[in-house]
C-alpha cells in the first residue's frame, strides 16, 4: 500500500511537472511576441533601437534635427539658385538664406553642445525634402525660379510653425530660446520668400 501511494504522488509529481513545462513554454512564446511587438511599436512612436533597447527620442531631440534638417534643405537648394536661377532677385535671396542658415546651424550646433547631456542635431533631409532638392535640379531658367520661390515659402512656413510650436511648449529651456529668438528672422525670410517675382 505505501509503494501505491508513492507510485501515485510520483506520477502526480510528473503530470504537473510536465504541465509546468508547457506553461513555460507558453509563457516564453508570448514573452517573444510581446516584445518583437513592443520593439516594433517603439520604433513606430519615434523611438530609436540602440540594438538592445529601444529609447524614445526626446521632443528636444526631435526639434533639433527639424531645425537642422530645415537649414540644410534651405542651404542646399539656394546653392543650387545661386548658380542656377535665372532672376538676379531670386540669386540675390539665395544668398541671403546660404549666410543666414549657415549661421543659424552654427548657433544650433552651439545650444545643442552646451546642454546636459549635449545634443546632436541630425542634419538629414527628409524624404520630401530630397525629393523637392534633386526636382530643383532638373529645373533650369523661370522653372526653376518658380520652383525655387514655391520651395522656400513653403519650407519658412514651416520651419516658422515649428520654432513658434517649440517656443511655447518646449521641453529644453536653452532650445526654446533658441526657437524663439530665430521666429522673427524666419517670419522675415517668409515675407521675403512670398515676395519674390520669379
Not at 41 to 68: E, I, K, L, R, W
Not at 177 to 191: C, D, E, K, Y
Given at each position: 500500500?505505501?509503494?501505491?501511494?508513492?507510485?501515485?504522488?510520483?506520477?502526480?509529481?510528473?503530470?504537473?511537472?510536465?504541465?509546468?513545462?508547457?506553461?513555460?513554454?507558453?509563457?516564453?512564446?508570448?514573452?517573444?511576441?510581446?516584445?518583437?511587438?513592443?520593439?516594433?511599436?517603439?520604433?513606430?512612436?519615434?523611438?530609436?533601437?540602440?540594438?538592445?533597447?529601444?529609447?524614445?527620442?526626446?521632443?528636444?531631440?526631435?526639434?533639433?534635427?527639424?531645425?537642422?534638417?530645415?537649414?540644410?534643405?534651405?542651404?542646399?537648394?539656394?546653392?543650387?539658385?545661386?548658380?542656377?536661377?535665372?532672376?538676379?532677385?531670386?540669386?540675390?535671396?539665395?544668398?541671403?538664406?546660404?549666410?543666414?542658415?549657415?549661421?543659424?546651424?552654427?548657433?544650433?550646433?552651439t545650444?545643442?553642445?552646451?546642454?546636459?547631456?549635449?545634443?546632436?542635431?541630425?542634419?538629414?533631409?527628409?524624404?520630401?525634402?530630397?525629393?523637392k532638392?534633386?526636382?530643383?535640379?532638373?529645373?533650369?531658367?523661370?522653372d526653376?525660379?518658380?520652383?525655387?520661390?514655391?520651395?522656400?515659402?513653403?519650407a519658412?512656413?514651416?520651419?516658422?510653425?515649428?520654432?513658434?510650436?517649440?517656443?511655447?511648449?518646449?521641453?529644453?529651456?536653452?532650445?526654446?530660446?533658441?526657437?524663439?529668438?530665430?521666429?522673427?528672422?524666419?517670419?522675415?525670410?517668409?515675407?521675403?520668400a512670398?515676395?519674390?517675382?520669379p
Amino acid at each position: 500500500m505505501r509503494y501505491g501511494t508513492i507510485a501515485l504522488l510520483s506520477a502526480s509529481a510528473l503530470a504537473l511537472a510536465g504541465c509546468g513545462h508547457k506553461d513555460e513554454t507558453t509563457t516564453t512564446t508570448t514573452n517573444s511576441v510581446t516584445a518583437e511587438s513592443a520593439s516594433t511599436t517603439a520604433a513606430d512612436n519615434g523611438m530609436v533601437d540602440n540594438g538592445t533597447v529601444a529609447t524614445p527620442v526626446s521632443a528636444g531631440q526631435t526639434f533639433a534635427n527639424t531645425a537642422a534638417a530645415s537649414d540644410a534643405f534651405e542651404i542646399a537648394e539656394s546653392q543650387l539658385a545661386a548658380t542656377s536661377a535665372h532672376s538676379a532677385a531670386i540669386k540675390s535671396f539665395a544668398q541671403k538664406m546660404i549666410e543666414a542658415h549657415t549661421g543659424s546651424t552654427a548657433k544650433l550646433k552651439t545650444v545643442a553642445a552646451g546642454l546636459t547631456p549635449p545634443m546632436t542635431p541630425d542634419a538629414t533631409l527628409t524624404a520630401d525634402q530630397q525629393q523637392k532638392v534633386d526636382a530643383l535640379k532638373a529645373k533650369t531658367g523661370a522653372d526653376f525660379d518658380t520652383a525655387y520661390a514655391a520651395d522656400q515659402v513653403a519650407a519658412h512656413q514651416a520651419t516658422l510653425d515649428a520654432l513658434k510650436s517649440y517656443s511655447t511648449s518646449g521641453d529644453v529651456p536653452e532650445l526654446k530660446s533658441f526657437a524663439t529668438g530665430l521666429i522673427p528672422t524666419v517670419t522675415a525670410h517668409l515675407n521675403m520668400a512670398k515676395g519674390l517675382k520669379p
